[in-house]
């Protein structure tokens, strides 16, 4: 008796070694740097001053623009680490392992109840019940150390990711102690339980990101298959309990599930835009492909992967273009096959494939997203390890012991095969960390792994231009550019390469502006590059690059009919700041005139009039306010949700039209202050 008392601190006493273990294995990197979509988010902290007081905070926690939700909670989640902008990294990829262990633990909680759950009265053995612990245990140390989970929570916006799998988590450990408390006859605490752990933590999942709205299917999923063949709610009152799992659970789950169906409707009715390279069709003829390729990577770990670099998978054009496409779609199916054969015999394997697949319903499927990233995984994979786990430790099938007791000799044989397999997956997460410390060296291997991966080269060849190589970035975008001539990225940082070097060709000049005309929408790529562009034609440092070849150079983008009313908005702000380098403020009132009409934003407005008065010209800066002033009586299109409450927050708080008060105040200032000096600039 004294050791079935003893065994469960053991095991707890394990699993605390196991997270130890984790922690170290992350530690190199906890040094690293913000990385692509860190700087595109999280600048939003200090976009309207510290977030110190009740205004700044809720003009912040409403300023996302990801999901109709504007992610929120995730956003919130941010002020834990930092309050302003420019901000240090380490806070917040600290936070980001704190989070990974957290949900490391709450798996271990939920793998240890479903455990006993479908053991259910057949758990009469210690042995058994010891067994389900160590699996338990086992298959959260699993998860917890495999490297591929690094590309997540090293990626401190990825946060994003990692919080939907921690309301899952708490959702359905909440959702079984409310089951329990109803199948024991409490219904009114055990229905508060089932609802707050399936209503309110798919809110939360889906205030951190769109795919937290799963949650009542991944219920059900254990419901029908763990659960359903248990009696216990005979015992208390069933039919509360089913209603409840029909408000908190099967309603939501067909709304979600309405949902993607209709937008797979809508994409294929209608099309997708011209935003991605690939229609609706290909991407589900893809999707397989990747799934598996998914697998592969979890089940054949390795410490380093393609990490946020995966835009050079190519989309399926048919069932036979690549003939990998109907094999992937026939395994598929044959998974789909698998949950349904395998529930009764082996529901943990059942359910940890049914998992992973509903899991990715969101990310992998009629949503238009980009086709692949690593962190995807980060929840489905939450039980795939479950059924291996089980069977090292002995049990099997419906969560028996497996034959007769095993000898202490093969335990122990057992446990060096999972102590040894647990500490090369450390190691291997060891090794990833350490890159992800190094953003030079993490640069240089992303871009020997993914050498068809633009953003990978371009990546690279930022931070040799950064070192004062740009020979080496030439050389690495040059033939990047000739296999795809469309790359606008890779045109524009190979002309950045070549003024380094001190002059630029007409050849790479017409490449730049080939690429400005036949490319996609590059988003903000362009006011980027074009402010440090601006600086070098000005400068005069860069042969056969001058504000005449900028100006033609940026201007062949307005013949591209994929950029949106956005990029032609940058284009007419860029040239408006070409102009006001010449000092022409008449033309560059025209062209913000025109950037204007594309988009009437009073953000726009305020930054282009504030240009023209630091410029010298607090005369058009007013003007241009007063062009805005004659266009902002029309509506302005905003997406709904997020957006729409932003909005109201900042009419609310009066934000505008205080900066824009000030802003009109400091200009007619400096009118005066012209007027008084006889006008002279």
């Given amino acids: 008796m004294r050791r079935d008392v003893r065994l469960p601190s053991l095991t707890l006493l394990l699993f605390a070694i196991v997270l130890a273990l984790a922690w170290f294995a992350y530690m190199p ?3 690293g740097g913000f990385l692509f979509d860190d700087y595109a988010n999280l600048p939003a902290i200090g976009a309207t001053g510290p977030v110190d007081n009740w205004a700044t905070f809720f003009r912040y926690v409403t300023s996302g623009e990801a999901d109709p939700t504007g992610r929120p909670l995730a956003l919130l989640s941010f002020l834990v680490d930092a309050r302003d902008w420019p901000a240090d990294a380490y806070p917040f990829k600290r936070t980001n392992l704190l989070l990974h262990l957290a949900n490391a633990a709450l798996l271990f909680v939920l793998l240890r109840r479903l455990g006993h759950l479908g053991a259910g009265n057949a758990l009469r053995d210690p042995g058994q019940s010891r067994r389900l612990e160590l699996a338990a245990a086992l298959a959260s140390a699993l998860w917890v150390l495999h490297p591929l989970f690094v590309s997540t929570t090293l990626y401190i916006v990825q946060r994003e990711a990692m919080l939907p799998a921690t309301c899952a988590l708490c959702g359905l450990n909440l959702w079984l102690s409310g089951r329990a408390r109803m199948a024991q006859g409490s219904t009114l605490a055990g229905g508060l339980l089932v609802a707050t752990g399936l209503l309110g933590f798919t809110a939360l999942g889906v205030l951190s990101k769109a795919n937290g709205a799963l949650l009542p299917i991944y219920a059900l999923l254990v419901e029908c298959i763990v659960l359903s063949p248990s009696r216990e709610l005979r015992q208390g009152r069933p039919a509360p309990y089913r209603r409840m799992m029909v408000v908190s659970a099967w309603i939501p789950a067909v709304a979600i599930l309405g949902y993607l169906a209709w937008q797979g409707w809508v994409g294929m009715v209608r099309g997708i835009g011209t935003l991605r390279p690939w229609t609706l069709g290909e991407r589900l003829l893809t999707e397989p492909r990747i799934l598996f390729d998914y697998l592969r990577l979890l089940w054949i770990p390795r410490p380093f992967t ?24 026939l395994g598929l199916l044959v998974l789909v096959f698998a949950v349904f054969g395998l529930r009764r015999r082996w529901p943990a394997a059942s359910l940890a494939i049914a998992f992973f697949l509903c899991a990715h319903l969101v990310e992998s499927s009629t949503i238009a997203l980009e086709l692949y990233y690593e962190h995807r995984n980060y929840l489905p994979a939450l039980l795939l390890f479950w059924p291996l786990a089980l069977a090292v430790t002995g049990v099997g099938r419906r969560f028996e012991l497996i034959g007769a007791p095993r000898s202490r000799t093969t335990d122990f044989s057992y446990g060096l095969l ?19 410390g190094n953003t030079t060296e993490q640069a240089l291997i992303w871009a020997r792994m993914n050498p068809d991966s633009p953003r990978a080269q371009t990546n690279a060849a930022t931070l040799e231009m950064a070192a004062d190589h740009p020979a080496s970035a030439i050389a690495r975008l040059t033939p990047m550019l000739e296999r795809d001539p469309t790359q606008i990225q890779v045109a524009l940082n190979l002309l950045a390469a070549h003024c380094l070097e001190g002059s630029v060709d007409p050849v790479t000049l017409e490449a730049a502006g080939r690429a400005m005309e036949t490319s996609r929408d590059p988003g903000a790529l362009l006011v980027s590059w074009s402010d440090r562009a601006i600086d070098t034609a000005r400068a005069g440092s860069c042969k056969g690059f001058d504000l005449d070849a900028l100006e033609h150079l940026i201007e062949r983008g307005l013949h591209n009919s994929r950029f949106s009313n956005g990029r032609r908005q940058d284009i007419e702000h860029i040239r408006g700041d070409v102009a006001l380098q010449r000092r022409d403020s008449a033309t560059a009132m025209d062209y913000f005139n025109m950037a204007l009409d594309e988009q009437p934003r009073i953000e726009i407005a305020m930054q282009q009039s504030a240009m023209l008065g630091e410029a010298g010209f607090p005369r058009e800066g007013l003007s241009h306010l007063d062009h805005f002033s004659a266009l902002k009586k ?18 609310r708080q009066g934000y505008w039209g205080k900066e824009y008060r000030r802003l009109r105040k400091n200009l007619q200032d400096d009118v005066n202050l012209e007027d008084t000096h006889g006008g002279i600039r």
């Fill in 634 to 651: 029309e509506s302005l299109a905003i997406a709904p949700g997020m957006p729409h409450i932003h909005q109201w927050v900042l009419a």
């Fill in 29 to 31: 990197g906890l040094h």
């Fill in 418 to 436: 999972s102590a040894a397999l647990l500490l090369g997956l450390a190691s291997m997460t060891w090794a990833n960390a350490s890159i992800w």
């Fill in 306 to 329: 393609s990490g946020v670099f995966n835009e050079q998978f190519m989309a399926s054009k048919s069932l036979a273009d690549p003939s990998t496409t109907w094999i992937a779609i």
